[in-house]
């Protein structure tokens, strides 16, 4: 493939992380970060389309995340329930098209429903909101491999082709934020290529201005896709 000049990140997937640690630095409860959480994505979701993004993936909860306390998976569930609520007019009305990965059907029942619902909502949306719903990437890789074997045919490209991710942009860029580096699980396959960008930021201090900055830090690099 070669080099590629690069300019405008087309998909940006965030793992939204610190939420816990912003909630404690100020003597709150972690439901509280999470809260402020959602409040950051909410910002982001109204600015996406004006930054020249054409999708964004939110990792929002993990397969893993079931082994946390369980009210804090009631609050993060709940909070889900809210925000679908709350927001999904505004998606419609910001031409977001909403889509899930992820083992999402294994989600309460009412949450598969309201969801089921604002997928087929926002189906006519321009900018894609990907949110990851108890998503594993190693688990996501090893069914795509499976069908692929089952059809017959397995190769980086039919693989790929049973991904969640299989009918979206390639990933261009990875952000993660609160300081940590590592990919806890998230898009292993499709980050083969992707640009990183760590933050310290806390997530619920990630502001659209952090987004455009990795933006802009994006557009400096030069890939190479393996090549020279
Ligand atoms: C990481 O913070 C964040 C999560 C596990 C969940 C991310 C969820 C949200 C931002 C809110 C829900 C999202 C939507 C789209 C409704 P952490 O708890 O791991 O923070 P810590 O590492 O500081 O403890």
Redesign the pocket.
């Known amino acids: 493939m070669g080099e590629e000049a690069t300019s405008q990140a087309k998909h940006v997937a965030i793992i939204?992380?610190?939420?816990?640690?912003?909630a404690s630095a100020k003597g709150l409860p972690?439901a509280i970060?999470?809260q402020r959480?959602?409040e950051?994505?909410r910002k982001l979701v109204r600015d996406v389309g004006q930054m020249g993004i054409e999708c964004l993936t939110?990792?929002?909860?993990?397969s893993e995340?079931w082994k946390r306390p369980e009210e804090e998976v009631d609050d993060?569930m709940n909070?889900?329930r809210k925000?679908i609520k709350s927001d999904l007019p505004e998606f419609i009305a910001n031409d977001v098209r909403l889509k899930i990965i992820g083992d999402w059907q294994g989600l309460a029942p009412d949450i598969v429903t309201m969801l089921e619902d604002a997928l087929e909502r926002t189906a006519g949306g321009k900018y894609i909101l990907a949110?990851a719903l108890n998503y594993g990437s190693q688990q996501e890789i090893a069914a795509a491999a499976a069908r692929a074997a089952a059809a017959g045919e397995v190769t980086a490209d039919t693989i790929a082709a049973h991904l969640y991710t299989a009918d979206l942009p390639p990933l261009d860029l990875l952000v993660r934020t609160?300081g940590e580096v590592r990919l806890s699980n998230f898009l292993l396959w499709q980050s083969a290529y992707a640009e990183m960008v760590f933050v310290d930021t806390?997530?619920p201090d990630f502001t659209p201005d952090h987004l455009q900055q990795a933006l802009d830090d994006f557009a400096q690099r030069e890939r190479r896709y393996g090549g020279r």
């Open positions: 939204m992380d610190g939420n816990g640690r912003w972690r970060g999470h959480g959602v950051a994505v939110l990792y929002a909860f993990s995340n993060l909070l889900m925000f949110v609160s806390l997530w």
